[in-house]
C-alpha cells in the first residue's frame, strides 16, 4: 500500500469529494447564472406569474429537443444552489414538478428595482473571468495588480478607455447601491443634523439618490471621476462633480464612502481619509465621515458569510491591491488618519455603517 499521509480511506474519499466539489463548483456556479440570466429564465417565470414546468419553459425558449435534458441538468443544479425551488403543482388530475424563483434568484430579473443583473455580467464577463488563470504570474511580478498583469493596466485607465465596460462597471456598482433604497430607510439618525453630504466615488449616484429620497432636506454631491459623472444631470438637491479623491474633496457636512476604501491599500486608503477629514475640517460637531464596507469578523459571522468577506478580500487584494478590513484593521486605519473615534453598526447582509470622527 503507498503512504495514505496518516489519513483513512474513507477521509480520502471525502477529501477527493471536497476536491471535485470545488473544482466543479469553480466555473458553473457563476456561469450558471449567468446562462439564466441570458435565456431570461427568472423574468420568464416571474412574468408566467406561477411556477413553470419544464415543457412550458422550453417551449417558451423554443428549446431544441436534444437540449431539453440539458436544461434540466441546468435547472435541477441552480435549485440545489437555491437559485430556483422546485415544487409540485397539480394540472386537472396531474401532479407536476415546476420551478420558481427564490428570493436570491429575484434579485436576477433585469428590470427590477433591485436586480444585480448588471453584477452578473460584470463578473462573468470572459476578461474578467481570464484575469484568475493569471494568478501564478501576479505572484511573481513585484508591484503589478491581477489587473495590470491580465488587462495591461489597473483598472481605472481601462475603464477610462473603454466606454462600453466603464459603463457596465457603473451599471454594476449602482445595482449593488440599489440595496441602500432599503438599507437607509431605518437609519435616521445617522443623518440627523446634517444639511450637505459628498459621496466621494459615488459612481452614478444610486446611493445619494436614496438619500435624497429619504431626506429631502439633505442636499448631495456625487463626487467620482470625469469619465463617470460627465453628462449626468443633477436636480435641485443632488449635483455631480467630477474630480480626483487623491487632490481634494468638495467640502460638506459629512462624507460618504461607499465600496471606495476596500479598493485601496492602507497608505492611499490613508491619504482619502486625510481629504475626507480636509473636507469636514471646517463643520464642528457636524462633521463625520461615513463609510459603507465590509468587516471581517470571523468569531462572529456564519462560515458563509466569512467565506463571501474572504473571497472579496482575495479578489480586492489581488485585482487592485486593496484589502478587505477587520475592526481592528479598520481601527488603525482611522487613528492613522488622525481620526478620534469611531462606531460600527451592522447594515445589510454583508455591509457595515461605520461612522467616523474627527
Ligand atoms: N460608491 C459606489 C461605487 C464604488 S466603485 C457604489 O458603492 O456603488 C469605486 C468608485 O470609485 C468608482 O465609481 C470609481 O470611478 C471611483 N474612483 C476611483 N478612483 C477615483 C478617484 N481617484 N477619485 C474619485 N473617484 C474615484
Given at each position: ?6 489519513c483513512?480511506?474513507?477521509?480520502i474519499?471525502e477529501?477527493?469529494i471536497?476536491?471535485y ?5 469553480h466555473v ?17 417565470i ?5 411556477p413553470?414546468t419544464l415543457?412550458?419553459?422550453?417551449s417558451t ?10 436544461v434540466?441538468s ?5 435549485a440545489?444552489?437555491g ?9 386537472h388530475?396531474?401532479?407536476?414538478e415546476?420551478?420558481a424563483?427564490?428570493?436570491?434568484s ?5 428590470g427590477?428595482?433591485?436586480?444585480l ?10 476578461h474578467?473571468?481570464?484575469a484568475?488563470?493569471q494568478?501564478?504570474?501576479w505572484?511573481?511580478?513585484d508591484d503589478?495588480?491581477l489587473f ?10 481601462f ?13 454594476s456598482?449602482a445595482?449593488d447601491s440599489?440595496m441602500?433604497n432599503?438599507a ?5 439618525w ?5 444639511e450637505?453630504?459628498v459621496?466621494?466615488?459615488?459612481g ?15 442636499k448631495c ?7 463617470v ?7 435641485n438637491?443632488?449635483r455631480?462633480v ?5 487632490e481634494?474633496?468638495p467640502?460638506?457636512d459629512?462624507?460618504?464612502?461607499k465600496l471606495?476604501l ?5 497608505n ?5 481619509l ?5 473636507a469636514i ?5 457636524r462633521?463625520?465621515v461615513i ?18 468577506k ?8 489581488c ?7 477587520s475592526e481592528?484593521e ?6 492613522d488618519?488622525g ?8 447594515l445589510?447582509g454583508?455591509l457595515?455603517?461605520?461612522e467616523?470622527y474627527p
Amino acid at each position: 500500500m503507498g503512504s495514505n499521509h496518516g489519513c483513512s480511506a474513507n477521509e480520502i474519499f471525502e477529501g477527493q469529494i471536497h476536491l471535485y466539489k470545488h473544482l466543479y463548483a469553480h466555473v458553473l456556479d457563476s456561469m450558471s447564472l449567468k446562462w439564466m440570466i441570458e435565456l431570461g429564465i427568472p423574468d420568464i417565470i416571474h412574468n408566467h406569474h406561477q411556477p413553470i414546468t419544464l415543457p412550458e419553459l422550453a417551449s417558451t425558449l423554443q428549446i431544441p429537443l436534444t437540449k431539453v435534458r440539458g436544461v434540466q441538468s441546468l435547472l435541477r443544479y441552480l435549485a440545489h444552489c437555491g437559485f430556483l425551488q422546485i415544487v409540485r403543482i397539480h394540472h386537472h388530475t396531474e401532479e407536476k414538478e415546476a420551478y420558481a424563483l427564490t428570493a436570491a434568484s429575484q434579485l436576477l430579473l433585469k428590470g427590477s428595482d433591485l436586480s444585480l443583473a448588471p453584477m452578473v455580467e460584470l463578473l462573468t464577463k470572459p476578461h474578467a473571468v481570464h484575469a484568475w488563470s493569471q494568478l501564478k504570474k501576479w505572484t511573481y511580478e513585484d508591484d503589478l495588480t491581477l489587473f495590470d498583469v491580465s488587462l495591461g493596466s489597473n483598472l481605472w485607465d481601462f475603464l477610462g478607455k473603454n466606454p462600453e465596460n466603464n459603463k457596465l462597471f457603473n451599471e454594476s456598482m449602482a445595482s449593488d447601491s440599489q440595496m441602500m433604497n432599503l438599507a437607509l430607510r431605518g437609519c435616521n439618525w445617522v443623518f440627523e443634523g446634517v444639511e450637505s453630504i459628498v459621496d466621494v466615488g459615488g459612481g452614478t449616484g444610486t446611493t445619494a439618490r436614496a438619500i435624497c429620497d429619504a431626506f429631502p432636506n439633505v442636499k448631495c454631491t456625487v463626487f467620482d471621476r470625469p469619465q463617470v459623472v460627465e453628462n449626468l444631470s443633477g436636480t435641485n438637491n443632488l449635483r455631480y462633480v467630477g474630480g480626483d479623491m487623491f487632490e481634494s474633496i468638495p467640502k460638506a457636512d459629512a462624507v460618504l464612502l461607499k465600496l471606495i476604501l476596500h479598493d485601496w491599500n492602507d497608505n492611499d486608503g490613508k491619504k482619502i481619509l486625510e481629504n475626507c477629514k480636509e473636507a469636514i475640517s471646517d463643520k464642528g460637531k457636524r462633521g463625520r465621515v461615513i463609510l459603507i464596507e465590509t468587516v471581517i469578523n470571523e468569531g462572529q459571522d456564519e462560515h458563509g458569510l466569512t467565506g463571501l468577506k474572504l473571497a472579496m478580500d482575495v479578489r480586492m487584494t489581488c485585482l487592485l491591491n486593496g484589502k478587505e478590513r477587520s475592526e481592528e484593521e479598520w481601527k488603525k486605519l482611522f487613528m492613522d488618519a488622525g481620526f478620534q473615534s469611531y462606531k460600527i453598526y451592522p447594515l445589510t447582509g454583508y455591509l457595515s455603517l461605520i461612522e467616523i470622527y474627527p
